[in-house]
């Protein structure tokens, strides 16, 4: 069970993919688009380590450097694309942790705002969870935002659109970009391990404690 008892937050914000639902194959999908930017004929060293959204950015602007700005745009757009096939495409075989829905009742029920901040495309999010309005108050998706995660601005805007304060809310993600972010905003940070990082990673990326899963909240 957490440290703090769930009705001392005004809201809590969830990150989406290995928290509510399993993990999508990111590594796939990172070594798609880092094959794509590679076409490019752009230095690998431009976007080596990057996350995948980065990496777009990141070589469209090195192309854009080198006055490339069409086969930039075409770059980009193609390979915004090919994520979100790749997003939509896993999740009609992924289905949200059987008790999510129950968690996130019991959780309303006690007049608690809940977010979904995720770096997921909202199509994704809602093949996986179509009922999603049911249970969500506010969800802020990669399309929905240019600021993402671990960017405070994509919390922010999900916190905006909760009307509740960074303070008195509470972060949950099984990654060390939601603890970083979350931390950023003086938001409570809980980890946990349904993802694919350990308990240390969360702690140094700045989690106030680590839980199994979004069961013991």
Known sequence: MTNKTPNQFQAILFDFDGTLAPNLDLA??????????????TPAEVYADLYIVEIITATSAWMRSQNKHK??????????????DIE?????????????????????EQNIKLGIVTRNCRAAVMQMFPDLESYIDALHARDDTPHLKPDVRHLQANL??????????????????????????????????????????????????????????
């Open 28 to 41: 796939d999908m990172r070594r798609q688009i880092a094959a794509m930017a590679a076409a490019t004929q």
């Open 71 to 84: 086969q930039a745009d075409e770059y980009a757009a193609a390979s915004h694309q090919r994520i979100i």
């Open 88 to 108: 939509v495409a896993a999740a009609k075989t992924t289905e949200l942790f059987a008790q999510a829905r129950s968690k996130l009742t019991t959780l309303r």
């Open 160 to 217: 905006n659109a909760l009307n509740c304060s960074a303070q008195h809310s509470a972060m949950v993600g099984d990654g060390a970009l939601d603890m970083r972010a979350g931390k950023d905003l003086n938001m409570y940070c809980i980890g946990v391990l349904s993802g694919s990082n350990d308990k240390d990673a969360l702690l140094a990326a700045g989690a106030d404690e680590v839980l199994l899963d979004y069961r013991e909240i």
